[in-house]
């Protein structure tokens, strides 16, 4: 699946009483997502749990809180795919367009993330730094 949109990240205002949120984001796994309310960054399982409403990680991610984020407090979901490389070719060996494609993915999110990085980073210092 080609990485058609560049949203990495879903923000919400907590009403008291909902639970579930959102981030429509091609993802591999849980651990691609961290969740934030306010500045505090949340534990998967303690906190929250993430599913995949569709069944497929592709399609977005659903967190849901056991306890509902307070009035106005706010709610970040981040892709935040690790910055490693998984796939592993073997000489003469075979590789399917999947894995392929998964490799390609994964890169296009890591150049997301780095220039969403470079962004905030520039508006923090409140500077655009010379080439």
Known sequence: MAISVNTLLATYTGDGTTRGF????????????SVYVGS???????DYEVTAPTG???????VTFGT?????????????????QTLSLVEGGTMSAAEFEAALDRNCMLVQQTAARLERLI?????????
């Open 22 to 33: 959102s981030l429509v984001a091609k993802c591999f796994s849980s651990s691609d997502i």
């Open 123 to 131: 508006i923090k210092l409140g500077t655009v730094l010379p080439i």
């Open 56 to 62: 497929d990680f592709a399609d977005g991610v659903l």
């Open 68 to 84: 509902a984020p307070a009035l106005a407090a706010v709610v970040s979901i981040l892709r935040n795919v690790a910055e490693t």
């Open 40 to 46: 505090t960054k949340k534990t998967e399982v303690v």
